[in-house]
């Protein structure tokens, strides 16, 4: 499996199957919520990447889903909904980039 195709079903897994509703939920108003996921989600890339992979991960990660939670929460509640998936395609797209440079720049 090629490096990327790792990182995208880790990614995958990581970021929705092992994602509560609670976490999905109160990520957006919930420092508890958006660790719990992010370190959850961080951890997942440790036996494949290493530690400071992950950690590079835990921090750009929670970065990311600070902001684009609470823009998906608030057009969400909007009843935004096209925007919302634009937003949450955003999201995914700027994870994979990412992923790919911190690959990139830790070799």
Known sequence: MTTMLLLLTIHFIADFVLQSDWM??????SWQALFAHTTAYSLM???????????VTLLTHTAQDYITSRITSRLWQAN??????????????????????????LG
């Open 80 to 105: 935004q909904r096209h925007w919302f998936f634009v937003a949450i395609g955003a999201d995914q797209l700027l994870h994979y980039f990412t992923l790919a440079a911190t690959v990139w720049l």
């Open 24 to 29: 999905a939920i109160n990520k957006s108003k």
């Open 45 to 55: 890339f440790v036996p494949f990447f290493g530690i400071y992979f992950a950690l």
